[in-house]
């Protein structure tokens, strides 16, 4: 998935502030030389409204999927893909959510990941009791079908039986330990 540039390291540090305890970000005060306008009163005017409003103030603080977002120079922005370029100044394939709190920013529970990889820390979706576990019926015969991947499945008589080989398949395939949590 392509995601927009972020601006560089340096302007987000220009920009924003990060609180490493509490993975909040928040605006720090603009110079006036950020509001270019006609004239110079109008731009110490927009300096001045604008720092009155938002400076020091929390930023990204829209929700979006579970995902705090927010705007920089009019481009929207995930809040942790921020955190990790302002702090490791790098942009990052994707960013996880180690404890699958997506509102949790805190660069300890962040990690730069392949696709694959973020796959592996899914939460089970609300339509199903456990990731990779469904009941298939044909021709009168009522199976369990654990499945992991493309075509690796398992058909199993009981629901117990079909879990047990997604969690052993999820072991063997380095599936991260909170995959398929509830929430």
């Known amino acids: 998935m392509a995601t927009k540039a972020l601006p560089a390291q340096d302007v987000l540090h220009q920009l924003l502030s990060y609180d490493p305890e509490t993975g909040k970000l928040y605006w720090k005060e603009r110079p006036v030389e950020m509001f270019p306008a006609v004239t110079p009163a109008r731009s110490r005017s927009l300096c001045r409204l604008w720092n009155e409003r938002y400076a020091e103030k929390e930023a990204f603080t829209a929700v979006a999927d579970g995902y705090f977002t927010g705007s920089i120079n009019g481009s929207n922005f995930k809040a942790h893909r921020v955190i990790w370029k302002m702090m490791l100044g790098e942009d990052a394939t994707q960013v ?45 015969f009522h199976y369990w079908v654990a499945h992991i991947g493309g075509k690796k499945q398992r058909y199993c008589k009981t629901f117990e039986e079909a879990v047990a080989a997604r969690k052993a398949a999820e072991r063997d395939n380095g599936f991260h330990e909170n995959h398929g949590r509830s929430s």
Do not use: E, F, M, Y
């Open 96 to 140: 996880d959510h180690i404890s699958g709190d997506r509102a949790d920013n805190r660069l300890i529970n962040l990690r730069n990941v392949d696709p694959s990889a973020n796959a592996r820390n899914k939460r089970v979706s609300a339509k199903n009791s456990v990731l990779g576990v469904h009941q298939w019926s044909h021709r009168g």
